[in-house]
């Protein structure tokens, strides 16, 4: 299985046969098949995963951002609300895919 498989379907990195979560936002602390530590056992290592999210969350919000302000007739304003109010529930969704893709890079820089 292909690492960007790995991702898509939110399994472990090193394995990729154990999930990362266990439900909707509650991850394992460790993989349930191969043991790997997903959070390395440090504080704020989800920290980066913060910054997946913006990269994963500024395009679609500008673009709707763009969308509502020039082809809708909205105010800048109005726009920029509107596009945070429409991507709320897709905040779940990027959460746990920033986490999973913050995991695959952080193992494939330093793998041990
Ligand atoms: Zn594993």
Redesign the pocket.
Known sequence: MSALQGILRHL?P?????PIFRGWLAMYEA?P????QFNRGEQGYFIGAMYVSYALSIPPVLALVMILWRLGHWSVSAAVIGAFLAYLPVVPFAVRLSRVIWIYVDRTFDPH
């Open positions: 472990c090193r394995c990729r046969k154990g993989c098949c191969c043991g790997l």
